[in-house]
């Protein structure tokens, strides 16, 4: 027994512990003189005059990068304050941390100032832009039309919902907090650098307040990232309704930070809410039980009274008899239906996210999906729901239907990240165990592995 504690205790610690950072990759390209980096949420192509030429994020839904942005005079472009034209780099440096936490790609100007790109390896989408002893004009970049973009004095917002040349769903948001007054000014939007070393702060990535959260909420005391949720829903984005998802949102983030782990996170946000959710899970396992044991009385009135009118005037009858309710298995199964959905968005909310999770138990990567990924958790998924079956049914032939849903249902959720399939395989468990508890409160038996394949009792030995 202590040599299983011990070991539970070392998986426990080596899950906390353990965690290696995607790499970061980068090419240099001298005929096309173009800088390509590449992360596991987002990949992009820089030239040498310091321009971004083009960004692409990394849907993992579909498993390919959709391009957000391209290059058009306006990759915090440093213009002559007189005349409005580039001021252009004589040179630039390449530095990746040694930890892979950044790269960053140092542009040096004319008079000895640069310009620093430090985009960040971790699942927040952001990245920052240095300016050290430059004068002039900065453009900011754009994702939009102008119908899509607000800005004040110091954030800026540009929203897109679907790409322009395919129609593909995006739903992208680049937001820019600037240490100067944003102008607009020949069709540009800008601001003026000062000499000294100054910082904009930079979100590119979906449309997700909990990473635009980690990006901005500790500039001014949270002020900028109110400022910018704000500007959002002026673009219609994080409505009244969205606020009953985000609860639960930054319930699961609360716990990933207690925690220290995705994986950890995922089973106390099932059990925690499924707790809540018991006395409603218990009136419709009650009246599912009552209606199972009523079935054979039911069955002999069908029996007995032919006629459909007659049949449902005695069942109703029997019904208020026996004080069952037949549609409260029905009205108790939908209430947490809404729930139960919400809970499954919110942590597909954090697939990408997965792939920074420190090591949980035999998954280095929770972003990965497949059958190889997944192999354990199918097995556990399809146990738990067979188990399930036999517990809630009464006789061979309903059971063989919930079996089968319960064999082939995880193999379609297969290719979902193990995140959320962690997630599946408990909520599978507990269903599981939540049935065998009112089954003993009851006192009703399901079927035996024998009778589910019709072999009879088990014989007896003499």
């Known amino acids: 027994m202590k040599k299983r504690l ?13 965690f290696t950072i995607p790499d970061i990759f980068v090419t240099e390209s ?46 915090f472009d ?62 900011l970049p754009t994702i939009s039309f102008p119908s899509g973009i607000r800005y004040n004095s110091n954030e800026f917002v540009s929203y897109i919902d679907k790409s322009i040349a395919t129609g593909e769903n995006l739903d992208t948001t680049l937001a820019i907090y600037t240490p100067h007054q944003i102008e607009y000014s020949q069709n540009e939007y800008m601001f003026e650098l000062k000499g000294y070393n100054q910082k904009v702060v930079t979100y590119l990535g979906p449309t997700k307040k909990i990473f635009i959260r980690e990006t901005f909420s500790g500039i001014e005391e949270g002020v900028v990232y109110s400022n910018i949720i704000d500007m959002m829903k002026d673009l219609g984005k994080f409505g009244p309704f969205s606020n009953i998802f985000y609860w639960f949102v930054f319930f699961f983030w609360w716990l990933f930070n207690v925690s220290g782990n ?40 069908k029996k007995k009274y032919k006629n459909p009118q007659k049949q449902q005037e005695e069942m109703m009858k029997l019904y208020k008899e026996k004080g069952v309710n037949p549609a409260g298995g029905c009205l108790t199964s939908l209430l947490p239906l809404p729930i ?12 990408g996210s997965y792939a920074y999770n420190p090591q949980f138990l035999f998954w280095s990567d929770l972003s990965q999906g497949g059958f190889q990924a997944n192999f354990i958790l199918l097995l556990v998924a399809i146990v738990a729901s067979l188990i399930n079956a036999m517990l809630m049914s009464q006789d061979s032939r309903s059971a063989w239907t919930s079996v089968i849903m ?36 009851y006192n ?6 024998r009778e589910l394949f019709g072999l009879g009792p088990k014989p007896v030995r003499r």
Do not use: C
Not at 340 to 351: A, G, K, R, T
Not at 412 to 434: D, E, H, K, W
Not at 444 to 449: A, C, E, L, M, R
């Open 6 to 18: 011990y070991m539970l205790l070392f998986l426990f610690l080596f899950s906390i512990t353990a």
């Open 30 to 75: 001298t005929l096309k003189e173009e800088i390509r980096i590449e992360m596991k949420l987002y990949r992009l192509t820089l030239d040498q005059k310091g321009h971004i030429l083009n960004f692409e994020l990394f849907d993992s839904r579909v498993k390919k990068y959709n391009l957000i942005y391209e290059y058009i005079g306006d990759s």
């Open 78 to 139: 440093i213009l002559d304050k007189q005349n409005l034209e580039e001021i252009v780099p004589n040179s630039y440096d390449i530095r990746i941390d040694n930890e892979q936490r950044y790269v960053e790609v140092v542009y040096y100007f004319p008079g000895g100032g640069n310009k620093t790109y430090r985009f960040y390896n971790d699942p927040n989408y952001h990245f920052d832009v240095e300016f050290n002893n430059l004068n002039g004009y900065v453009v």
């Open 262 to 301: 995705f994986g950890w996170a995922i089973i106390l946000f099932t059990l925690i809410v499924n707790a809540i959710l018991f006395p409603i899970y218990g009136k419709q396992k009650k009246s599912m039980i009552e209606m199972k044991q009523l079935q054979p009385e039911i069955d002999k009135l």
């Open 340 to 351: 139960m959905i919400i809970l499954w968005q919110v942590i597909y909310y954090f697939e």
């Open 406 to 441: 319960s064999v082939v249902f995880p193999f379609i959720l297969i290719s979902l990240p193990s995140g959320v399939f962690i997630y599946y395989a408990m909520n599978s468990i507990i269903q599981t165990v939540l049935t065998f508890v009112y089954n003993k409160i």
């Open 444 to 449: 009703v038996k399901g079927i035996t592995v």
